[in-house]
């Protein structure tokens, strides 16, 4: 059997598309990357905003059209927000939600009467990634989320916090590692809650991961800034471990974090950014900010504005506040207009370009171990371009002749000049 796999969203539904990939080859099937040729397509939608759940059904209706023969298996935030919906869309066969993810493999070959091949039937080092070629992979950690953001629907579609054992997580990384890949990311919808339920915590899980994996370069995904222990930071000694972190911020007024429901006031923010930068020289900040919350003053508007300017951040995720159907904040009161949201969104922007560029200008003249991911472009009929990622996850170019081959390799490079949308380096062989 031929499978696709589709994600909306979020890192951590990446992650579950990768851990769907291994068990649907380990079962004997096979992953495909060309859609027209599957007999089953798994989706993973997303339902962070009223235009994610759009997508999502767009995707779905996408699919059954280029492949009505397939069977169409539907998971996710969306298909889990709203299961009837989904299911009556036309060439759905299985609507598997969040809370059965885990079993989603197993659901859709017993109910769609596919057979499961013993283990044995699958060669040596075929079960790898669905995206053959990658460098890097994603690795869910935990699901859920025990804290209620008033914007957050994806609090309600995930569920609790379930954190997964640490013992299946390092099997997972070495096996990754012996496919080939040199970087893994450990995502969850609570990254940092990890271990609530299993009376451990993220800062264990990473010395673990560091101590019984030999992977060479481990990044955290997305991690709400609250709940890190005083010697956090302290963990960024060890070089494996890749310095840059998304801290999702939303707002620098303090009194709209408090109508958000957050757990991190601006000036607790600062602290943690402030022990970070302390710890590692360019260590990199980004993060996420909602423009125009219900009720957000020019005040604080002004304030938050002029806190992220403080701060700075070497890239910024800016949306634009969408009143979403079963939160809180979708029934606050002084709902702003678009106009004022957009005048708001594109100021934000103009900011987050600035800072970015700052961001790149300090790292002119530092040498990092680069992860080389592939080619960029050819340059004449002897040169191309190559670019990948730096440890504090800038996105770095260098020429080297085409008959060289650099991919999946990590190799120290000097970053020294820049566009506004490149950086050039040279590799230090």
């Known amino acids: 059997m031929l499978v696709h796999l589709k994600t909306l969203g979020c890192r951590l539904n990446e992650a579950e598309l990768e851990t769907w990939a291994q068990a649907f080859q380990k079962a004997g099937h096979k992953i495909t990357r060309k859609l027209d040729d599957a007999h089953v397509v798994i989706i993973n939608s997303c339902a962070v905003t009223a235009d994610a759940a759009r997508k999502s059904r767009q995707l779905i209706r996408r699919v059954h059209r280029e492949n009505p023969t397939a069977k169409l298996v539907v998971s996710g935030c969306y298909a889990t927000l709203n299961e009837n919906e989904a299911a009556q869309l036309l060439g759905v066969d299985l609507v598997v939600g969040n809370k059965d993810k885990?079993?989603?493999?197993?659901?859709?070959?017993?109910?769609?009467?596919?057979?499961?091949?013993?283990?044995?039937s699958t060669e040596p080092g075929e079960i790898s990634l669905f995206s053959r070629g990658r460098q890097r992979a994603f690795v869910k950690v935990q699901d859920g989320c025990r804290y209620r953001c008033t914007f957050c629907i994806v609090t309600v579609a995930r569920g609790e916090e379930i954190s997964r054992p640490v013992a299946v997580i390092i099997d997972e990384i070495n096996s990754l590692y012996q496919q080939g890949i040199n970087?893994?990311?450990?995502?969850?919808?609570?990254?940092?809650?990890?271990?609530?339920?299993?009376?451990?915590?993220?800062?264990?899980?990473?010395?673990?991961?560091?101590?019984?994996?030999?992977?060479?370069?481990?990044?955290?995904?997305?991690?709400?800034?609250?709940?890190?222990?005083?010697?956090?930071?302290?963990?960024?000694?060890?070089?494996?471990?890749?310095?840059?972190?998304?801290?999702?911020?939303?707002?620098?007024?303090?009194?709209?974090?408090?109508?958000?429901?957050?757990?991190?006031?601006?000036?607790?923010?600062?602290?943690?950014?402030?022990?970070?930068?302390?710890?590692?020289?360019?260590?990199?900040?980004?993060?996420?900010?909602?423009?125009?919350?219900?009720?957000?003053?020019?005040?604080?508007?002004?304030?938050?504005?002029?806190?992220?300017?403080?701060?700075?951040?070497?890239?910024?995720?800016?949306?634009?506040?969408?009143?979403?159907?079963?939160?809180?904040?979708?029934?606050?009161?002084?709902?702003?207009?678009?106009?004022?949201?957009?005048?708001?969104?594109?100021?934000?922007?103009?900011?987050?370009?600035?800072?970015?560029?700052?961001?790149?200008?300090?790292?002119?003249?530092?040498?990092?171990?680069?992860?080389?991911?592939?080619?960029?472009?050819?340059?004449?009929s002897n040169n191309q371009y190559v670019f990948g990622y730096t440890p504090n996850y800038l996105r770095v170019s260098c020429k080297i002749l085409k008959t060289e081959s650099i991919e999946n390799k990590i190799i120290n490079a000097e970053l020294h000049t820049h566009s506004k949308s490149e950086i050039f380096c040279y590799l230090k062989l």
């Open 102 to 120: 885990n079993q989603l493999v197993e659901q859709t070959l017993s109910a769609l009467n596919f057979d499961t091949m013993p283990t044995m």
């Open 183 to 380: 970087e893994v990311i450990l995502t969850g919808v609570h990254l940092g809650g990890y271990g609530s339920d299993v009376d451990s915590n993220l800062t264990e899980l990473i010395l673990t991961i560091l101590d019984k994996t030999k992977i060479p370069r481990l990044r955290l995904g997305s991690l709400e800034p609250w709940e890190l222990p005083a010697d956090f930071f302290s963990l960024f000694q060890n070089t494996r471990l890749m310095p840059h972190l998304h801290l999702p911020l939303q707002s620098g007024s303090d009194s709209v974090l408090r109508r958000m429901a957050r757990r991190c006031k601006t000036d607790e923010f600062a602290n943690i950014v402030k022990q970070a930068r302390k710890q590692i020289k360019n260590f990199n900040i980004t993060t996420d900010i909602i423009v125009g919350f219900p009720g957000e003053t020019e005040l604080e508007w002004q304030q938050s504005f002029d806190f992220i300017k403080a701060v700075g951040f070497g890239h910024i995720h800016i949306f634009t506040y969408s009143s979403r159907e079963g939160t809180k904040a979708a029934t606050l009161p002084n709902q702003l207009t678009n106009e004022i949201k957009k005048q708001r969104s594109k100021q934000l922007h103009e900011l987050a370009e600035t800072m970015k560029q700052q961001f790149v200008a300090e790292n002119i003249g530092q040498e990092y171990a680069v992860l080389w991911e592939g080619q960029k472009r050819d340059i004449d």
